[in-house]
């Protein structure tokens, strides 16, 4: 069973930055892909980024492309989540998912197969 575990959410004024961490257990982490998602207050959980197990193939939502960076780090089971210029409507709890083996649909939620506590990301205006 993977254990995602992130960190490095918190309060930030608007155009501000953050960076999230979402550590894996797992010594095959190098084959997993990975993705971050978010949810905010009554809205449903959405797609932010992705990433595959080589880091060739990445995935952005429209709503964050330019502004967040997702990257990975196989040597320490983590992947990460790059966020400038933060705008009040990135507010959400953030999760990190692992699908394992890779096999594609990045975007879906229902096609990950673990996922870690979350962490929250507030932007005041």
């Known amino acids: 069973q993977v254990q995602l575990v992130e960190s490095g959410g918190g309060l930030v004024q608007a155009g501000g930055s953050l960076r999230l961490s979402c550590a894996a257990s797992?010594?095959?982490?190098?084959?997993?892909?990975m993705g971050w998602f978010r949810q905010a207050p009554g809205k449903e959980r959405e797609f932010v980024a992705a990433?595959?197990?080589?880091?060739?193939?990445?995935v952005y939502a429209d709503s964050v492309k330019g502004r967040f960076t997702i990257s990975r780090d196989n040597a320490k089971n983590t992947v990460y989540l790059q966020m400038n210029s933060l705008k009040p409507e990135d507010t959400a709890v953030y999760y990190c998912?692992?699908?394992?083996?890779?096999?594609?649909?990045?975007?879906?939620?229902?096609?990950?197969?673990?996922w870690g506590q979350g962490t929250q990301v507030t932007v005041s205006s």
């Open positions: 797992g010594h095959i982490f190098r084959t997993y892909a």
């Open positions: 990433i595959n197990w080589s880091g060739g193939t990445i």
């Open positions: 998912a692992a699908q394992y083996p890779e096999r594609g649909g990045l975007v879906y939620g229902i096609r990950y197969d673990a």
